[in-house]
């Protein structure tokens, strides 16, 4: 089955396609990219998500799926997006 791996980070982006056998996991997606060595890639924690929905290593592929490697959220964006509009409009 056909899978891609993708990083984003400050030097640039990479998305490498992966031919695995079926039953493959992200874990192993992770292993055979090569990317988990790259200096730009933070060594811990890293967060996986297929299509933006985030998932745990031990996930099942499908041919098709793409793996993003992303950083771990500081905030939630919905509850940053709350705070921000309480600032402009005041304690209601």
Not at 17 to 26: F, K, N
Not at 53 to 64: C, F, I, M, N, W
Request: net charge positive.
């Amino acid at each position: 089955m056909k899978v891609e791996v993708a990083w984003v980070g400050p030097e640039g982006s990479t998305c490498v396609t992966l031919e695995l056998a079926p039953g493959a996991r992200v874990a192993d997606a992770l292993a055979a990219s090569g990317l988990l060595g790259r200096s730009d890639l933070p060594a811990e924690p890293l967060v996986c998500a297929l299509y933006g929905r985030t998932v745990t290593a031990e996930r099942l592929l499908v041919d098709g799926d793409r793996v993003e490697i992303t950083r771990p959220l500081v905030a939630d964006p919905a509850t940053r997006r709350r705070l921000a509009t309480k600032k402009v409009r005041g304690p209601r």
